[in-house]
């Protein structure tokens, strides 16, 4: 069974810094797409960064320049810095993934980390 260990939440002061990171472990094949996404209160999911492919790198608009995506194997970095109190929200890691070679595609979803900027 693929699992997903988020890590690095919590609350900063605007203009500070957090790391969050996104672990996979289990039986993976190969990998499409890891990425965060968050939701705000009241708000819908949405893609803040993502590594697809192995090498090409999405960013929402709101946070290029501040928000670093990486990936070293099967963990993911994201690098937030500069936060904004417009960041707050839950973080979810999401993987799009095969278990084994010409099989389906799937797509598992982190329980999501806090992510609290405010002074």
């Known amino acids: 069974q693929v699992q997903l260990v988020e890590s690095g939440g919590g609350l900063v002061q605007p203009g500070g810094s957090l790391r969050l990171s996104c672990a996979a472990s289990g039986r993976i094949f190969a990998i499409s797409s890891m990425g965060w996404h968050r939701q705000a209160p009241g708000k819908q999911r949405e893609l803040v960064a993502a590594?697809?492919?192995?090498?090409k790198i999405n960013y929402a608009d709101s946070v290029k320049g501040r928000f670093t995506i990486s990936r070293e194997a099967n963990t993911i970095f994201l690098q937030m810095d500069n936060l904004e109190p417009e960041d707050t929200a839950v973080y979810y890691c999401n993987l799009v993934f095969q278990e084994r070679f010409r099989g389906a595609w799937d797509a598992l979803w982190g329980r999501g980390t806090q992510v609290t900027v405010s002074s």
């Open positions: 590594v697809l492919n192995g090498d």
